[in-house]
């Protein structure tokens, strides 16, 4: 939705380039893709490919085997999303793929699950869209918008689905489990759904640590689900204020009469130009405390305030992380919005402030030199090729191979 993916990848182009790398951009969906991808095999010594939601990573050369296989070029199929969506996706597709997670909890969680045949790993963040302080007008934002930039969706749609299509007590155990999410939503029982699953069968005596696809079910669900009442939870907040809520799947919210503006749709490119000259950004995390969501990327690399619930991640880098934190609740959401808005110069220079200490403690060579290493430890960990090493360490090892 709204190119998000496509732009978030563009965006690394130039970082790659500085970093001495010439970068190639491949769209699939495009008339004559495969016949491009072909003459860049040809034509160029590709180091790495990626990707993301493993898009690709199962590509086929003429015999059928996996192309990044055949060719002996790694593939980093990056992930922003749990395991439980379209687990499929982060099964390795060749020992050619690795798995890299963007969040240590879905990192994680695929430890749990089965089907590991490659390399798994975790990216480094970096800002996104990254401007010049030359190119911000930071007396203009003083006066702009505060800006959330999420899709939606309706937690009692997904209840009623549950009831309608489910057999009643499986039915009435994701209701039992939902209740109790919507009791904790400010905490961080959302953090580990899994062990949250586990430990609700074990009460009962079951154990279900060998069954994945129960897992992968039930995860899913919560997830979803809580993911649903923490962004309805905000939106029926920010309706007090003058912000301007971007995205598709709020028809379950009646904006009608509120003061906040509702612009149904996204569009990854023109949302950039709003970040740039915002008040500030409001976010929520994906049931994620270990890492920056792109949200926050994105507001760092256009120094500019980003509203956010409270996390580790930020706990841990930002020494006035409760300068720009929520919790998830109401009251909370509601005073921290109300504070930016009457003090707009004090916020813009908090915004200001906090991304010139992300890209001080975070570096754009460092991120891509972690997806450098990533691919060099699949190039290592998959070869066949017998190699000239000391004459008594025979690598690889035949069994292996």
Aim: with cysteine; charged share 25%; net charge negative.
């Amino acid at each position: 939705m709204g190119d998000s993916l496509g732009s978030i990848g563009r965006a690394l182009g130039p970082l790659f380039e500085e970093q001495g790398f010439e970068f190639i951009e491949l769209v699939p969906s495009q008339p004559g893709s495969t016949d491009i991808l072909n003459q860049i095999i040809k034509e160029k010594k590709l180091d790495f490919v990626f990707s993301f939601a493993g898009m690709g990573a199962d590509y086929k050369a003429a015999n059928d085997r996996n192309l990044w296989e055949v060719l002996g070029i790694p593939f980093l199929a990056i992930h922003g999303d749990s395991p439980a969506y379209f687990f499929d996706r982060h099964v390795h597709a060749s020992p050619y793929v690795a798995v890299v997670y963007g969040f240590h909890e879905h990192y994680n969680f695929r430890k749990q699950l089965p089907k590991i045949n490659g390399v798994l790993a975790i990216a480094e963040p970096l800002p996104l869209n990254q401007f010049t302080l030359e190119d911000i007008d930071f007396k203009k934002k003083e006066s702009g918008k505060l800006f959330f930039l999420k899709n939606g969706n309706d937690p009692e749609k997904l209840r009623r689905m549950w009831g309608r299509d489910l057999p009643p007590r499986i039915a009435s155990g994701l209701f039992a489990l939902a209740d109790e999410l919507d009791n904790e939503i400010a905490s961080d029982l959302g953090l580990d759904l899994n062990g949250f699953v586990s430990g609700f069968f074990g009460g009962k005596g079951i154990d279900i640590d060998q069954v994945p696809k129960l897992h992968l079910f039930y995860v899913a669900q919560l997830d979803d689900y809580l993911r649903r009442i923490k962004s309805t939870m905000m939106a029926e907040v920010l309706k007090e204020f003058p912000v301007e809520i971007h995205g598709y799947n709020w028809e379950h919210i009646d904006f009608h009469g509120s003061k906040c503006h509702y612009v149904k749709g996204a569009d990854y490119s023109l949302s950039t130009g709003l970040i740039k000259d915002s008040l500030g950004m409001i976010d929520m995390s994906p049931n994620t405390g270990s890492n920056f969501h792109d949200r926050p990327l994105r507001a760092f690399g256009a120094y500019t305030l980003c509203l956010t619930n409270e996390q580790a991640c930020f706990q841990q880098v930002f020494e006035n992380h409760a300068d720009f934190s929520f919790r998830f609740e109401r009251e909370s959401l509601r005073e921290k919005v109300a504070d930016v808005l009457a003090h707009p110069q004090r916020y813009v220079e908090i915004g200001r402030n906090t991304a010139l200490d992300f890209q001080q403690k975070f570096k754009v060579e460092a991120s891509i030199r972690r997806l450098c290493e990533i691919a060099d430890a699949v190039r290592i960990g998959a070869a066949t090729r017998q190699v000239d090493m000391q004459d008594f360490f025979l690598w690889p090892p035949v069994s292996l191979t």
